[in-house]
């Protein structure tokens, strides 16, 4: 909950209080589907997120279930929760870290599919400067080119033109939309 809700003071008194071995458990275990490191980066506590990770060993990459929109992403890594909220710094931070650019949900949603469905601009330009790869699509066929042009993201969807991304490319029923 400490992570969930951003209260640093609260995790580092928790965290304290136990030894090495216990914490590393603890930042690894789910609670409704996801770890602490996932919620703080879905609410975009940038300060719990480099604490978990710098102190508390949180693995960049320990993917857990999230609930957006309603509806429930399994297999989430902390990246794509940053991404598909629009928390940029933790973006950056986490690539930093090491975060897989490309790595998805178990319905192969990328982190830059994320920042495209919900119009996360600035997002999605880091993430394609970091070698996010445009054209990886969900287990629709889905592209982000697709979901930029579905959702009315004109900015995301001059972009990707503007960085090749395939035009004529469809989805698994071999249409151009979803």
């Known amino acids: 909950m400490a992570a969930k809700e951003g209260d ?3 995790l580092k008194e928790y965290v304290n209080s136990r030894k090495q071995e216990d914490v590393v458990k603890l930042v690894h275990s ?21 604490y978990l990770v710098e102190e508390c060993s949180a693995g960049v990459e320990y993917a857990g279930s999230v ?11 902390p990246l794509w929760c940053a991404a598909a909220a629009g928390h940029l710094d933790i973006v950056k931070y986490l690539i930093q870290k090491s975060a897989n650019v490309n790595s998805t949900t178990l319905t192969n949603s990328t982190p830059l599919r994320a920042a495209c469905f919900d119009g996360h601009f600035d997002v999605v330009r880091y993430l394609v400067e970091n070698d996010a790869d445009i054209e990886i699509a969900n287990r629709h066929g889905h592209t982000c080119l697709m979901i930029s042009c579905y959702k009315g993201h004109l900015e995301i ?8 991304a395939d035009v004529n490319r469809k989805s698994i029923k071999g249409e151009y939309r979803i």
């Open 8 to 10: 640093l003071w609260k």
């Open 30 to 50: 789910r609670t409704n589907g996801a770890t602490p490191l996932v919620m703080a980066a879905k609410n975009g506590h940038t300060e719990v997120v480099k």
């Open 67 to 77: 609930n957006f929109d309603g509806e429930t992403i399994d297999g989430a890594p």
């Open 157 to 164: 969807v001059k972009y990707l033109l503007s960085k090749n």
